[in-house]
């Protein structure tokens, strides 16, 4: 999207006005005709969707005399990009800031919101949302004890959809009316599908209702929601490894969030997708696409595919000039140092280039010897979580 060249007051000024991208490689791969589009909102200034919630709750909150310079001390029980749109909301309007966030939450997100200003408390990541243990109810205490304590809870705050419903969603409407149909790439003119995944179902539910209310009324919204989550309807559809954990961050829930609408006027049809389906849709979104995408991210792309092979999405996958848009919320700054993203980053299948460069090194006529075995075991080593103080050292590190 097109940017004003000019000087902006602070960070806040460069939430959202986050691209629409094609992905033309990946609906080429999939045999899809229509336009497949993602939303990167990654490129908004703290990394992701969650950006936009935080700073609508931080000045309508100021805005209604509910945060109080130099005595409110801002409590959110979040899965961190929340949390981290929020510390970087209050450290420019200096606010202090508690996050309380479960033990499953990578320790990038810990490590980037205690940079920012945050105390953060781990919770038990088993914990019932009910119960005094789990994120929610932590806050909920340091709320009660804490003077100037205040939650602004994402859960059931109104500015959660209405920050999306406000900007993410005319966004997307007018990248898509904004840009001409031509002969390498027709276009409807219209939103005719959109794809989001739902955690609090603040973003999903406000996109639905920029796009169905103000713009086409006949797009399909889909949402997407990890197995073990309950947020899907119908609810048979979440029977399916009811309760069992899940390693994708930021969707699903095991309650239903009050912004969340589960009404098909708003979000026509429900899928499921698995920690597999979504880190194989993030390997098509980083090698075919160029785009360092989160978990969740792949749970959004597997989910639109998915859909366009169904038994009502073929129609529309096969239909030239369709817009589907499929929400990528946020990048993969926040879990490098997670399993899933190192086994697939480091412990791909080599590649024949791969197998080439060994050959050539194994075989080279240079004085210099490189053992690329040991290499391999350094990188392996050094992503190894546990006796950093005594791990060998790669031979790219060893001196002589």
């Known amino acids: 999207m097109s940017h004003t060249p000019r000087i902006i007051d602070n960070a806040l000024g460069a939430v959202g006005n986050t691209p629409l991208v094609r992905l033309?490689?990946?609906?080429?791969?999939?045999?899809?005709?229509?336009?497949?589009?993602?939303?990167?909102?990654?490129?908004?200034?703290?990394?992701?969707?969650?950006?936009?919630?935080?700073?609508?709750?931080?000045?309508?909150?100021?805005?209604?005399?509910?945060?109080?310079?130099?005595?409110?001390?801002?409590?959110?029980?979040?899965s961190g990009n929340t949390g981290i749109?929020?510390?970087?909301?209050?450290?420019?309007?200096?606010?202090?800031?508690?996050?309380?966030?479960?033990?499953?939450?990578?320790?990038?997100?810990?490590?980037?919101?205690?940079?920012?200003?945050?105390?953060?408390?781990?919770?038990?990541?088993?914990?019932?949302?009910?119960?005094?243990?789990?994120?929610?109810?932590?806050?909920?205490?340091?709320?009660?004890?804490?003077?100037?304590?205040?939650?602004?809870?994402?859960?059931?705050?109104?500015?959660?959809?209405?920050?999306?419903?406000?900007?993410?969603?005319p966004e997307i409407v007018d990248a898509v009316v904004s840009t001409p149909s031509t002969a390498s790439h027709p276009s409807s003119g219209k939103v005719d599908v959109l794809v989001?995944?739902?955690?609090?179902?603040?973003?999903?539910?406000?996109?639905s209702r920029a796009v169905k209310k103000k713009h086409n009324d006949a797009c399909i919204v889909v949402g997407v929601d990890p197995k073990g989550s309950i947020l899907a309807y119908p609810d048979n559809l979440n029977t399916d490894g009811a309760g069992e954990p899940y390693i994708v961050e930021g969707i699903g829930y095991d309650f239903i969030p009050e912004v969340l609408s589960r009404d098909t006027a708003d979000v026509d049809e429900w899928l499921k997708t698995s920690d597999e389906d979504a880190f194989a849709a993030v390997r098509l979104l980083m090698r075919h696409e160029g785009l360092l995408v989160g978990g969740s991210s792949g749970s959004s792309l597997s989910g639109a595919l998915r859909w366009l092979n169904s038994e009502r999405g073929r129609a529309i996958a096969q239909t030239k000039g369709a817009n589907v848009v499929v929400l990528l919320p946020d990048g993969i700054r926040n879990y490098m140092s997670k399993p899933w993203f190192l086994k697939m980053a480091l412990e791909a299948e080599p590649s024949?280039?791969?197998?080439?460069?060994?050959?050539?090194?194994?075989?080279?006529?240079?004085?210099?010897?490189t053992n690329v075995d040991d290499i391999a075991k350094g990188i392996a080593v050094r992503v190894a979580p546990s006796d950093l103080e005594n791990r060998p050292n790669a031979v790219d590190e060893t001196s002589g």
């Not at 899809?32 to 909150?61: F, H, P, Q």
């Not at 309007?93 to 810990?110: A, H, Q």
């Not at 197998?355 to 004085?367: G, V």
């Open 196 to 207: 989001a995944g739902a955690g609090t179902g603040g973003t999903i539910t406000g996109l």
């Open 85 to 169: 749109g929020l510390a970087m909301a209050c450290a420019i309007k200096g606010y202090s800031v508690i996050i309380t966030l479960p033990n499953k939450m990578s320790l990038e997100k810990e490590a980037a919101l205690r940079a920012l200003g945050a105390e953060v408390v781990r919770t038990p990541t088993e914990a019932a949302w009910d119960s005094p243990e789990s994120h929610i109810g932590v806050a909920q205490r340091l709320q009660r004890e804490i003077p100037g304590g205040i939650i602004l809870d994402q859960y059931r705050n109104v500015n959660n959809p209405l920050a999306h419903e406000y900007t993410t969603g």
């Open 24 to 78: 033309d490689r990946i609906a080429k791969k999939e045999g899809l005709e229509c336009n497949l589009l993602g939303k990167l909102e990654y490129t908004s200034v703290g990394g992701s969707v969650k950006d936009r919630i935080a700073k609508r709750m931080v000045e309508e909150a100021e805005r209604e005399g509910k945060l109080i310079p130099g005595q409110s001390v801002v409590i959110e029980p979040t």
């Open 352 to 369: 024949p280039l791969a197998l080439r460069i060994a050959d050539i090194l194994k075989t080279s006529e240079s004085n210099v010897q």
